[in-house]
């Protein structure tokens, strides 16, 4: 194909072809490596999700056990988890068996279960450097209505909480947010609508679009880390999926409005002062709706990893947005793009793209 006749931007996705292969290659290359060193693990490492045989002392053996529920104390804290089976050898030490798994058994609280699970799996991040030293108790009702430990004294496992093949799902959420992010550089995807023909340069990016990218990416990433932490598909929050409704709502209410406008051609692509300018240039309702976006993201993102759990925002915060929300949409009603004549004219067309009415 002759090169006056190639497509706009067909030298831009040749490229990013090549660096997504490039990309695959390097992930592929990784994941190799963390399942030859997953091989290579011991076998006292505890794993989420899964069945682990913890030692404990040869007596009392598993007849003497066969209708006790033994309880598995980690740090000290009752996880509520009960024995799934009974081991007794002679070469090795026995074991008590234990369904591993992050989840609230019956009679304990939601508060007591987040703490116990916090302090377990917290920090998992650090788990990448090597195991995590856990102390365990496996304990046992008395004849005395207390408990006693029948595991060996200062018995420990090694926490090791992502898989090898964690690496490949990081590696596809960064993915999805780099393709994003590239199909929002050269594409219409977080750009204001237009009418057909207008050359993409000439189409401005809009904050409605750009603030429902920004929940999905941070939703979608947070979903994913806590199904490789837990071990279990994670909830949803209620809250979450308002920032997500109330983004979603905003941007097809913006559509809705500019609908009947079409483009009109200005200097554009500078990604921020698109989403702070509107026809009149830089305006306060954009600068604190992208603000409070922003924060509550940031926000979000930290509440995920500390706690591992979706935050329960305040319903004042959400309000809050949802006003941002309105009060953006509401102004973007009367925009206009001021006449050319006037002394502000370009200064409007270096803040942002304006608009006019669609011809009749």
Not at 35 to 53: I, M, P, Q, Y
Not at 148 to 163: K, R, S, T
Not at 263 to 288: A, K, M, N, P, Y
Request: glycine share 8%; with cysteine; charged share 20%.
């Amino acid at each position: 194909m002759d090169s006056q006749n190639a497509p706009p931007h067909s030298g831009t996705h040749r490229k990013g072809l090549i660096w997504l292969v490039l990309y695959l290659i390097l992930v592929g290359v990784v994941m190799s490596v963390c399942k030859h060193n997953d091989k290579g693990s011991s076998d006292n490492l505890l794993r989420v999700d899964s069945l682990h045989h913890f030692e404990r002392l040869s007596k009392p053996s598993c007849d003497e056990l066969a209708s006790t529920a033994l309880m598995l104390f980690i740090e000290g804290m009752d996880t509520g988890l009960r024995s799934a089976g009974c081991l007794d050898a002679k070469d090795k030490m026995s074991t008590a068996a234990f369904d591993f798994k992050h989840t609230r058994p019956a009679g304990l609280t939601d508060a007591k279960n987040q703490a116990v699970w916090t302090a377990i799996l917290g920090r998992p991040l650090q788990t990448l450097e090597g195991p995590r030293p856990l102390r365990y108790e496996i304990r046992r009702p008395d004849s005395k209505g207390g408990t006693e430990n029948i595991a060996p004294e200062g018995a420990q496992v090694a926490l090791v909480i992502f898989e090898w093949w964690a690496a490949g799902v990081v590696a596809l959420v960064l993915l999805v947010w780099g393709l994003m992010i590239y199909l929002g550089a050269c594409s219409a995807l977080l750009r204001d609508s237009a009418a057909a023909g207008t050359l993409l340069p000439q189409r401005t990016f809009s904050l409605a679009k750009v603030q429902m990218a920004w929940w999905f990416a941070i939703v979608f990433a947070t979903f994913i880390f806590l199904w490789l932490v837990t071990g279990e598909t994670p909830s949803i929050s209620g809250q979450a999926l308002t920032l997500l409704g109330i983004s979603s709502a905003t941007a097809a209410a913006s559509m809705g409005v500019s609908g009947e406008r079409t483009s009109d051609e200005g200097v554009t692509g500078v990604f921020v002062r698109d989403l702070l300018s509107d026809s009149g240039g830089i305006t306060i309702h954009r600068f604190q709706m992208l603000v409070m976006t922003v924060t509550l993201g940031l926000v979000f993102l930290f509440h995920v990893a500390r706690h591992l759990t979706m935050p329960e925002f305040d319903p004042s915060l959400l309000t809050l947005m949802g006003i941002s929300a309105a009060t953006y949409v509401g102004l973007k009603i009367p925009e206009k793009k001021t006449d050319a004549d006037t002394p502000l004219a370009d200064t409007v067309a270096e803040a942002k793209v304006g608009y006019s009415p669609t011809p009749q």
